[in-house]
């Protein structure tokens, strides 16, 4: 199976469900993780450029620990918009070019904008690529491919109705976060949080919903040509 993995930022499906996703490699399916964003905006000490070319090796260095495919959309951090025409075709690209058989993404309804606008570009171009004459550079893709969200961050509004047991990759979810070392000190200097604690906790409060040390919660996308019968989570 080829999963399709979409996060606004370098590190997002590391805090959300990099557990998940190390799982699915594990189990020998293909993971690619895409990056909307370029992390361009999150320093205090560094200039864009700077800051890009750093957030891009830690997110790659994360895919390569968990064993996965590495891709971003190059998109500035504040300015995903699911309206923009050019994003559009990006994404209608992307899901043309990885031809999965599942995406996860965002769940909209997260604290700012960038995770709420890439989980609507997702849900809107993952059944743009299916059409033939929504033209651009890769030929279309041959089905409404099924989603799955992906909690918010700390779980905030969130009510997760499939887990995944993340307890024997959650030490393989701590090492693909922690490989994010600027973004450990941007959020720790930003917002005062250690976002390796926060993630931690939050994964082992799933995993008491459901009666594991660790878990991640996701919620299927319902709505027409999206459901299965499947179990698409490992």
């Known amino acids: 199976m080829r999963v399709l993995a979409v996060g606004a930022h370098p590190d997002d499906l590391e805090i959300l469900c990099g557990g998940t996703l190390a ?20 320093s205090f000490v560094h200039t864009s450029d700077e800051v890009t070319g750093i957030r891009g090796a830690e997110a790659r260095r994360a895919a390569e620990i968990a064993g996965a495919e590495y891709a971003t959309l190059g998109f500035s951090d504040g300015e995903i918009l699911a309206s923009d025409p050019d994003q559009r075709r990006a994404v209608v690209d992307l899901v043309r070019e990885t031809c999965p058989d599942v995406i996860v993404t965002h769940f909209h309804g997260d604290y700012m904008s960038d995770h709420n606008e890439i989980s609507k570009l997702v849900f809107d171009c993952s059944f743009h690529a299916t059409l033939p004459l929504f033209e651009t550079r890769k030929p279309h893709h041959g089905k409404v491919t099924p989603i799955l969200y992906m909690e918010t961050v700390m779980g905030l509004g969130f009510s997760p109705t499939e887990f995944v047991d993340v307890t024997e990759t959650i030490e393989t979810k701590v090492a693909m976060l922690e490989a994010h070392t600027s973004q450990l000190e941007w959020l720790r200097d930003h917002d005062g949080v250690d976002i390796v604690e926060q993630m931690r906790t939050t994964t082992r409060f799933r995993g008491q919903q459901c009666g594991v040390a660790y878990a991640e919660g996701f919620v299927p996308c319902l709505t027409w040509l999206r459901p299965t019968t499947q179990r698409l989570l490992p």
């Not at 293909?30 to 905006?41: I, N, Q, T, Y």
């Open 23 to 42: 799982r699915f490699v594990r189990e020998g399916h293909e993971v690619v993780m895409c990056h909307a964003s370029l992390g361009d905006r999150g």
